[in-house]
């Protein structure tokens, strides 16, 4: 590390967490969108946006790799089961193939830590919340996100409500 960098503090654990969730997201949406297999857009992602030491402009925070393995591995491998719960928290008219590509890969990672998890799920609503805001900032979709992933919750894990 440089001397102007030495003011530049490591991401917390949180933090690391929270980028793990966002590059899960971002790696099911590059999975869907190239057809790229879940090992290789993983190794895409280890090799570029984790074990960072420092925030600069242009750089990634660093990320929780655990989390993120778990969450797009469980994602890919449950897929069918998570489409089914989103499916049925979303209205009829309006199935889980209509929905944005960032959304539906959204929807799927935070399926899979659901299922997966250890993370309480209001933490993991209110996570992936975040993660809808920084894709769209202006939009309804966070508020969107949020009564979904709540109706998946209650689905997935019963007992925490």
Known sequence: MTDDH????????????????LYAVQ????????????????????????????????QF??????????????AVNEQVKIDQMTDRALVAKWPLGRIDST??????????????GNTPPKVVITEFVDVAKAFYPDGKEPKFVNAVLDHMAREARPESF
Do not use: C, W
Not at 27 to 44: H, I
Not at 103 to 116: F, I, N, Q, S
């Open 6 to 21: 030495a003011h530049l503090k490591p991401p917390s654990k949180r933090d690391m967490k929270s980028a793990a969730r």
């Open 61 to 74: 925070i660093d990320g929780n790799a655990d989390l993120f393995h778990e969450i797009t591995e469980t």
């Open 27 to 58: 790696a099911l949406f590059q999975m869907e969108a190239s057809d790229m297999t879940v090992d290789k857009v993983r190794r895409q992602f280890y090799d570029h946006f984790f074990g960072l030491e420092t925030l600069e402009e242009g």
């Open 103 to 116: 959304l539906r890969a959204l929807l799927r990672a935070a399926g899979g830590e659901l299922l997966k």
